[in-house]
Every structure is written in structure tokens, then in C-alpha cells.
């Protein structure tokens, strides 16, 4: 049983990897084709429909999650039948999703007359473009809901397998069209039948897989009432996740609203990079959350504290890695990329990688405070959700994206940064906070030192207008790679738990 857990989480992470590197790859290729072909406002807009689209998906309620977490025992005890139920259930709740998504849908684009009046774009080729993407997203919900069995069998890898699969050949398709047709209503069309297809063979692969697995989603009310602690279980995390995907799937309806497309399109492509780096971040750290769950289950105090504070430097140094590298290099790889009128003024960078620093590094305590399971400070959720909404709707109007960016900033400053380790420490680790912030500090301290010392460096390196990846590289090499050496170092002689981590490198560990 260990070694098939091993074989599984082996196989989740290492189709995971080879699809994420084609997926960067695809992604940085098609981006530039799809601006130069298609234009700054086709572009523009895809980003704002997927946006909205984002904002409805609410699959991430908590419904998912409690499913999986009930799936755990009967999968263990080939529970056929109560698998089937289950299965049925999510099913079923998974189709009351999908219908209130597809009327929010129906009654958001009836206002696309007046929300698309001044943008040059034909009517025409916003509604096809939305209802295509509206399908790719229902198809998950009415289609492809036993696919939550194969998750919870900890074989997600083959359900990456046969979806990333169908998104690589979508993206080389629309790449082929945008190139040779520049029509966009061709590029939206492939999108819905690659989905649809994907939906029909990973639908077949999970009927090979369990050829016992029988649903039936009607039954769905009935079996509800046998498992009513499913929906308690999610009502917890539901404003949670509420919130958050407020935060973070709103930025281009908002830089819409507050500026035009054509800044949703160069907004876009350093959400691309930053997305990318933190999708490359999580997929290594995954497989933490059952480790630390189980952790705290155990209860050793000595060994959590141990464990959270080589956790927290982990997170820590490897964001910071990504913040010194991504302000001195970001820029010039947008130049290089997709053209110098890409490039963003260096406040609005500024304001761009704090906020990644921010999200990076709050997991190093979400996860602990998960693992306890504090879900009770709901009022901060409404706080920060409430207070990201008035400075950006305030500074928004007046300073576009900056603003936008602001009122996710200072949210997040006072109710992840100040609240949430807090919080952690008052009801999970039951101390003062004091020793905390000590060592936080050190991380900002060095991090800004660090910095500083890039930017003397830079001042001593000329940077091409239009740079090369050769120039990128060379100049990297004279400034990024001193600065991530300093700060390595000051971490280890500076910072708890870097040198505990350190140890859990095979061949760095004590003879």
C-alpha cells in the first residue's frame, strides 16, 4: 500500500512537471503569435470574458474538496457501491452548479451591448467568444464530474494526461489558425470542440479504469440526505474561497472597467509570467497540505514548530529567489518577447511583484491554520474581501491599475500579513507571536538588502532598448546570480529553520 502511494504521488508529479514545462512553453510561443495576429483588443478581451467566466466558476466552493474527503475510506475498502453514491451525489450538485453558472452567464452577457459599447469590438465576435469559453467551463460540471473519483484515487496524473493533451493541441491549432487566417471566430470554435473531445475521452478512460462505477444523478436529493454533513463541511470554507476568488479572479474585469482592453493585453502577459512561476511554485508543494495535516493530528509540538519554520523558510527564500530575479529581468523578457510597447512602468512592477511576494509566501501559515482547522474568523474574509473592494473601486477610478492593485495590496497587508499569523499563533500553536515576527523580519530585512544590492550592480550593466536572450542572460548572470548568493547565505546564518532544511537535501545531509 505505501509503495503504490509512492508509485502514484511519483507519477501526479512527474506528468505534472513534463505538462507544466510544455505548457510554459506553448504559453510564451502563442502569446506573441496570438498579439501579433489577432490584435491588442481581441487579446484584451479573451482576458476580460475568461475573467468574468472565472468569477462565476465556483467550483472551488468547498463541494470538491468534502467529496474527496469522503471518497478517502470507501476507495481504501473497495466500497463499490457507496463509491457510486457518492460519485452520483457530486454529480448531482455539480449540475445545480453548472445551471447557476450558466444563468449568471446568460444574464451578464445580455449587458455586453453596453459594456462592450466603446471598445471597437463587433458584438458578434464577443458573445460567440464567451459562450465558447462558457462551454469549455459547463462541460467540467455536466460532463466530466466522475472525474473526482480518479483525484481522490491519487491518480490525477492521468486525468492531467488526457486534459493537458487536449489544451496542447488546441493552443498548436489556434496557433495555426491565428497565423494563417487572423479570424477569431475559428480560434474560439477550437477551443469548444478540443473541450468537448477531451470530455469524451477522459469520460472513456474513467469507464476503463472503473468499469463498476455506475451514477445516477437524480438520485442525488435522496443520497444528500444521507451525507448532510458534506454540505456543513463545505459552508466553512465557502466564504473563504469566495473571497478569494474575488481577489484573484477579477483583475482583468477590473483593469477593464478602470482602463480599456488594450491594457488588459499588456497587464496580461505579466500575469502570464507571474502565473506561470507560481503555478511551477505550487506543483512542487502540492503534496504538503495531507503531510502537515497529518502532523498536526500527531500533535508533537517540538516537531510541528520544526517543521512549519523549515516550511516557512522554504517559502520564503524560494519567492525571494523569484522577486530578485523577476525586477531586474522581467522587462527586458517582456521587450524581448512581445515588444518594447509591452513594457509596464517600473511602479506598476513594483506593485505587481509585491503582490506575488504576498500570495507566495501566505501559504508557509494558510496551511498550518488549515491543518488546525480554524475556519471560524469569517469576518476576515468579509474584511479583506470589503476593504480590496472600496480602495479599488476609490483608487481604481482615479489611478487605473495602480489603484488595483493597491486595494489588493493593503488587504492582504492587514488580514493575511498582520491577522492570519495572529491568528495561527492565538488558537493553533496556543504562544506569543513575538518570536514570529522576530524572524519575519529577517526575511524582509535581507530580501530588501538583497535588493539594493541588484540595483547597484544594475547601474553597472548597460541594458539593451530592444534586449536579446543572449543580453538577458549575460546580464543575469552579473546581477541576479551575486544577489541570490548573498541572500542564500544570510538566510543560512541569519534565518530558523534554512538550516534544517538544508539537511533534507540527500547529499547535503550530516554524515
Same mark, same amino acid.
Given at each position: 500500500?505505501? %509503495?503504490?502511494? #509512492?508509485?502514484?504521488?511519483?507519477?501526479?508529479?512527474?506528468?505534472?512537471?513534463?505538462f507544466?514545462?510544455?505548457?510554459?512553453?506553448?504559453?510564451f510561443?502563442?502569446?506573441?503569435?496570438?498579439?501579433e495576429?489577432?490584435?491588442?483588443?481581441?487579446?484584451?478581451?479573451?482576458?476580460?470574458?475568461?475573467? *468574468?467566466?472565472?468569477? &462565476?466558476?465556483?467550483?472551488? @466552493?468547498?463541494i470538491?474538496?468534502?467529496?474527496?474527503?469522503?471518497?478517502?475510506k470507501?476507495i481504501a475498502?473497495h466500497?463499490?457501491?457507496?463509491?457510486?453514491?457518492?460519485?452520483?451525489?457530486?454529480?448531482?450538485?455539480?449540475?445545480?452548479?453548472g445551471?447557476i453558472i450558466?444563468?449568471?452567464?446568460? $444574464?451578464?452577457s445580455a449587458?455586453?451591448? $453596453?459594456?462592450?459599447?466603446?471598445e471597437?469590438?463587433?458584438?458578434? +465576435?464577443?458573445y460567440?467568444?464567451?459562450?465558447?469559453?462558457?462551454?469549455?467551463?459547463l462541460?467540467?460540471?455536466f460532463?466530466?464530474?466522475?472525474?473526482?473519483?480518479l483525484d %481522490?484515487?491519487?491518480?490525477?496524473y492521468?486525468?492531467?494526461?488526457?486534459?493537458?493533451?487536449?489544451?496542447?493541441?488546441?493552443?498548436?491549432l489556434?496557433?495555426?489558425i491565428?497565423?494563417?487566417?487572423?479570424?477569431?471566430y475559428?480560434w474560439a470554435?477550437?477551443?469548444? !470542440?478540443?473541450?468537448?473531445?477531451?470530455c469524451?475521452v477522459?469520460?472513456?478512460?474513467?469507464s476503463?479504469?472503473?468499469?463498476w462505477l455506475?451514477?445516477?444523478?437524480?438520485r442525488?436529493?435522496? /443520497?444528500?440526505?444521507?451525507?448532510?454533513?458534506?454540505?456543513?463541511?463545505?459552508?466553512?470554507?465557502?466564504?473563504?474561497?469566495?473571497k478569494?476568488?474575488?481577489?484573484?479572479?477579477?483583475?482583468e474585469?477590473? #483593469?477593464?472597467?478602470?482602463?480599456?482592453?488594450?491594457?488588459?493585453?499588456?497587464?496580461?502577459?505579466?500575469?502570464?509570467?507571474?502565473?506561470k512561476?507560481?503555478?511551477?511554485f505550487? %506543483?512542487?508543494?502540492?503534496?504538503?497540505?495531507?503531510?502537515?495535516?497529518?502532523?498536526?493530528?500527531?500533535?508533537?509540538?517540538?516537531?510541528?514548530h520544526?517543521?512549519f519554520?523549515?516550511?516557512l523558510?522554504?517559502r520564503?527564500?524560494?519567492?525571494?529567489?523569484? +522577486? *530578485?530575479? =523577476?525586477?531586474?529581468?522581467?522587462?527586458?523578457?517582456?521587450?524581448?518577447w512581445?515588444?518594447s510597447?509591452?513594457?509596464?512602468q517600473?511602479?506598476?512592477?513594483?506593485?505587481i511583484?509585491?503582490n506575488?511576494?504576498?500570495?507566495?509566501?501566505?501559504p508557509?501559515?494558510?496551511?498550518? @491554520?488549515?491543518?488546525?482547522?480554524?475556519?471560524?474568523? #469569517?469576518?476576515?474574509?468579509?474584511?479583506?474581501? *470589503?476593504?480590496?473592494?472600496?480602495i479599488?473601486?476609490?483608487f481604481?477610478?482615479?489611478?487605473?491599475?495602480i489603484?488595483?492593485?493597491?486595494?489588493? *495590496?493593503?488587504?492582504?497587508?492587514?488580514?493575511?500579513?498582520?491577522?492570519?499569523?495572529?491568528?495561527?499563533?492565538?488558537?493553533?500553536f496556543k504562544?506569543?507571536?513575538?518570536?514570529?515576527?522576530l524572524?519575519? !523580519?529577517?526575511?524582509?530585512?535581507?530580501?530588501?538588502i538583497?535588493?539594493? &544590492?541588484?540595483?547597484?550592480?544594475?547601474?553597472m550593466?548597460?541594458?539593451?532598448?530592444?534586449?536579446? /536572450?543572449?543580453?538577458?542572460?549575460?546580464?543575469?548572470?552579473?546581477?541576479?546570480?551575486?544577489?541570490?548568493?548573498?541572500?542564500s547565505?544570510? =538566510?543560512?546564518?541569519?534565518?530558523?529553520?534554512?538550516?534544517?532544511?538544508?539537511?533534507?537535501?540527500p547529499?547535503l545531509?550530516?554524515?
Amino acid at each position: 500500500m505505501a %509503495s503504490d502511494r #509512492v508509485h502514484k504521488t511519483l507519477m501526479n508529479a512527474k506528468v505534472g512537471f513534463i505538462f507544466y514545462f510544455v505548457s510554459i512553453f506553448l504559453a510564451f510561443f502563442s502569446r506573441r503569435i496570438f498579439l501579433e495576429s489577432l490584435g491588442d483588443d481581441f487579446m484584451g478581451l479573451a482576458g476580460t470574458l475568461n475573467s *468574468i467566466l472565472n468569477f &462565476l466558476n465556483i467550483s472551488e @466552493i468547498g463541494i470538491g474538496t468534502c467529496i474527496a474527503y469522503f471518497l478517502y475510506k470507501p476507495i481504501a475498502d473497495h466500497d463499490y457501491n457507496k463509491i457510486c453514491e457518492i460519485v452520483s451525489l457530486f454529480g448531482y450538485l455539480y449540475r445545480i452548479i453548472g445551471s447557476i453558472i450558466l444563468t449568471g452567464a446568460i $444574464i451578464i452577457s445580455a449587458f455586453f451591448p $453596453i459594456i462592450f459599447s466603446n471598445e471597437g469590438v463587433p458584438l458578434g +465576435i464577443v458573445y460567440f467568444t464567451f459562450y465558447a469559453f462558457l462551454g469549455t467551463y459547463l462541460f467540467g460540471y455536466f460532463i466530466n464530474y466522475r472525474q473526482i473519483l480518479l483525484d %481522490s484515487d491519487q491518480k490525477t496524473y492521468k486525468i492531467t494526461m488526457w486534459t493537458q493533451s487536449g489544451v496542447t493541441i488546441a493552443t498548436i491549432l489556434q496557433i495555426i489558425i491565428a497565423y494563417h487566417t487572423r479570424n477569431p471566430y475559428l480560434w474560439a470554435s477550437i477551443q469548444i !470542440f478540443l473541450s468537448l473531445f477531451t470530455c469524451w475521452v477522459l469520460n472513456w478512460a474513467i469507464s476503463r479504469e472503473y468499469p463498476w462505477l455506475k451514477t445516477d444523478k437524480s438520485r442525488g436529493r435522496e /443520497i444528500l440526505k444521507r451525507y448532510p454533513e458534506i454540505l456543513v463541511k463545505a459552508k466553512q470554507i465557502f466564504i473563504h474561497r469566495m473571497k478569494n476568488a474575488f481577489l484573484s479572479k477579477t483583475d482583468e474585469i477590473l #483593469v477593464f472597467a478602470f482602463e480599456s482592453l488594450q491594457m488588459v493585453a499588456h497587464y496580461g502577459n505579466y500575469v502570464m509570467i507571474v502565473g506561470k512561476l507560481t503555478s511551477l511554485f505550487n %506543483s512542487v508543494l502540492t503534496g504538503m497540505n495531507a503531510s502537515i495535516g497529518n502532523l498536526v493530528a500527531e500533535g508533537n509540538k517540538k516537531n510541528i514548530h520544526k517543521v512549519f519554520w523549515e516550511y516557512l523558510a522554504f517559502r520564503y527564500w524560494t519567492t525571494g529567489l523569484f +522577486i *530578485i530575479a =523577476l525586477a531586474f529581468l522581467i522587462n527586458p523578457i517582456i521587450g524581448w518577447w512581445v515588444g518594447s510597447q509591452y513594457i509596464m512602468q517600473d511602479h506598476i512592477v513594483f506593485l505587481i511583484l509585491l503582490n506575488m511576494y504576498i500570495m507566495l509566501t501566505r501559504p508557509s501559515v494558510d496551511l498550518f @491554520i488549515n491543518a488546525y482547522g480554524l475556519y471560524d474568523d #469569517v469576518w476576515a474574509a468579509f474584511a479583506e474581501g *470589503i476593504t480590496n473592494l472600496v480602495i479599488t473601486l476609490i483608487f481604481g477610478y482615479f489611478y487605473g491599475l495602480i489603484g488595483i492593485l493597491l486595494g489588493k *495590496i493593503v488587504s492582504m497587508l492587514f488580514l493575511v500579513v498582520i491577522w492570519k499569523p495572529y491568528y495561527l499563533y492565538k488558537c493553533g500553536f496556543k504562544e506569543s507571536i513575538g518570536n514570529y515576527w522576530l524572524h519575519v !523580519f529577517k526575511h524582509y530585512v535581507i530580501l530588501i538588502i538583497c535588493l539594493a &544590492l541588484c540595483y547597484a550592480i544594475s547601474h553597472m550593466v548597460h541594458w539593451e532598448t530592444s534586449p536579446t /536572450i543572449l543580453s538577458i542572460f549575460q546580464s543575469a548572470l552579473c546581477i541576479i546570480l551575486p544577489a541570490i548568493m548573498v541572500y542564500s547565505l544570510l =538566510l543560512y546564518l541569519f534565518v530558523p529553520g534554512t538550516k534544517d532544511l538544508i539537511q533534507r537535501i540527500p547529499f547535503l545531509k550530516k554524515r
